[in-house]
């Protein structure tokens, strides 16, 4: 929302929007936080299109207004962009798993950087943490500072001092503390998909599914994604 | 160029190629500094296709690999992407000029360092520097500093102590310093391309053709551009 001065309002942020879980919920927390949302939804060569639309139809539940932006990184170097890499099952080891992408986190939110800069919002919002994958170096809270402290070095935004905030508001929860907020915040979780496959159904077996199931669990809860 | 651990080898380099002068004589820096180098050409909806050609030019000249990243910021904001607002005038005024496109080096650097990562590259350059446009944010050595730390953080390879380093070698430079460096590698000058505007010559009136005309004048050199 821009003000009549052209100042950044803070009233408006921009998600990043995976079609997951834990962006949905964080699309949620932006809007109770009070933020007019717009969504930034990548298409990124994923294996297969169902986080794209998963992510389309949660901002849509949401009232929020959604960008996608298709981007193609030339080089491989993960399992979720290279269909010869296999998806690796739930690994317990130490370690930095196949599926991570290098840079990804760091393109995303430079685009979203750029986004609110233009849109002259005050917040980023993204949905990372810890607890899932500690081998992701970009979902932690260090990443997370350096980058906004680049953030106020390198806008014109910083630099006039209009601050633009990255929020990371589930940095150290854990899944089953994701999901009970959730539900507080009637997050449609029937619309959300987290498995690294692109079946008719999760497949119940990689990493995202474990993960998504053992949050269920510990919340208590029944994944409605199940029900339906 | 991979070794046989697969350790990150400090002998390639990505350097980002825009095709005006300050990053052709990075390129040529980087090669002089003994790196393997692939060239990061982006296409970003520039006015004109001169810049991309120019660059695919240089990079063959100096005999470097080269990839060409399409992407389309579907905000505005910059006279550099919107044909609506005029480029301006070379301007003594403080300020950031309407050239500045939100977050643009944030994006191009986010890029580089995946690509760093996916080559197992250990260094990134970039042909930034503060003389010409100290209204550019993202010029300045406090944000390369602050980047850094970003991808030492955020990185699979900043994690696993193989740094990626952010080298930008100009950052101090004045323009006909770069020059004078330039002609001592045998950049080829001829191919590079700075005006704003994409006509068959250089307006010589737009802020990137006069910090050119200047650079030159100063260093006393004719610029190779104009005798063609």
């Known amino acids: 929302m821009k003000n009549s001065k052209g100042r950044l309002s803070k009233r408006r942020a921009i998600v ?3 079609g997951g879980l ?3 919920v964080t699309l949620y927390l932006a809007k109770y936080d009070g933020f007019t949302v717009n969504c930034l939804i990548f298409d ?8 794209v639309e998963a992510a389309k139809k949660i901002a849509r539940q949401a009232g929020a207004a959604y960008r996608i ?14 269909g010869k ?12 798993p196949s599926t991570y992408v290098p840079g990804r986190n760091i393109i995303f939110l430079s685009y979203a950087v750029s ?3 233009a849109a002259k919002a005050g917040a980023v919002y993204i949905g990372a943490h810890t607890q899932d994958y500690p081998g992701y170096p970009d979902c932690r809270p260090q990443f997370y500072r350096a980058f906004s402290k680049t953030v106020s070095c390198g806008t014109k935004a910083g630099v006039e001092k209009k601050k633009i905030e990255i929020k990371t508001p589930l940095i150290n929860k854990t899944k089953a503390e994701i999901i009970k907020t959730g539900v507080k915040l009637k997050v ?9 496959k692109g079946g008719r159904f999760p497949c ?9 199931s053992k949050g269920f669990f510990e919340a208590g809860l029944p994944d409605p994604i199940l029900l339906r």
Do not use: M, N, V
């Not at 932006?69 to 290279?82: A, F, T, V």
């Open 16 to 18: 990043l929007l995976s």
């Open 22 to 24: 834990d962006s949905a």
């Open 44 to 51: 990124y060569g994923q294996r297969h299109k169902k986080e």
């Open 69 to 82: 932006i298709k981007l193609r990184l030339p080089w491989k170097g993960s399992s979720l962009l290279d």
């Open 85 to 96: 890499i296999k998806i690796p099952r739930p690994d317990k080891a130490d370690g930095i």
């Open 115 to 117: 986004f609110a800069e």
């Open 188 to 196: 449609p979780f029937e619309l959300t998909w987290s498995c690294y």
């Open 204 to 212: 119940a077996k990689c990493e995202s599914c474990y993960f998504r």
